[in-house]
């Protein structure tokens, strides 16, 4: 399994944008309380007081997303990114010792981490490969009116399975309906690289896939639109004319269709 991973050449650029609806309230915490007191736990927003989603969160949701796509198929498409995490052949999983022995089996280093990597960290990058996938933090597509919402919960004992003596908690959250804008970048993803990540998305375009916190009580459900995409090729002259004018070629549905197809054809070529 060969990847194009140097970054030294520019190879391809696929960009993808639209808008992410909360289909329910969500819930990305900040780690703390907000300023008011009114919720224990605040939800992240940038310096106006305005909710986010960081790009960090949405696309650690969409690899793990992908990871389980592809480990129905077979289980050393996706490692669990896990270190000494036993029956995978990616060196991300492999102890000092174990990764030593791996080594052994490839001409260097680079040569391990370009064509020994498991498929979704050849992608979305590891401990000694860089990602090709760049997700900017999601923004308000709109004016933000507010109020966030305030849930409140309680802490459970688990020896009682009861609810735990003064441990009623007050959570805020982005009211349903917010909308976010969306962008995703892939550099030098080959057309099965781009048809990875273009079936990952499918799942947020169908709305199966919840961000945040407190998903198994609603909170998180998101539907995708991907309204704009668009690619440049390493093409010398459609290089050229993008960096002068930032025409690229339009990807319409059939041609995303045809990079997840590609994906298809590597993973099960004989399906």
Known sequence: MSTTQDFTTFGSWLKLTGQLELVTPLRIGAGQGDEFGLADIAVVKNRQGEPYIPGSSFKGVL???????LRTIDPNLACLCVTTQTGFDCPTTKSPEDLEAYLAKFKDEDD????????????FGSSGLASKVQIPDLRLAEKWLGP?????????????????????FTIEAVPAGTRFTFELLIENGTPADQGLVL???????????ALGGATSRGLGQVKLTVDHCEEVSN??????????????????????TAKIQALRQEVMPHA
């Open 63 to 69: 690899r793990s997303s992908i990871e389980a796509f």
């Open 112 to 123: 391990m981490y370009l064509n020994g990597t498991c498929r979704v960290c050849q992608v």
């Open 235 to 256: 093409d010398p002259k459609a290089l050229f004319d993008f960096l002068v004018s930032g025409t690229a070629q339009e990807v319409d549905e059939q041609a995303r």
């Open 148 to 168: 966030y919402q305030l849930r409140n919960g309680v802490s459970i004992d688990r020896d009682t399975e009861t609810a735990a003596a003064q441990r009623l």
């Open 199 to 209: 079936l990952g998305l499918r799942a947020f375009e169908q709305g199966m896939v």
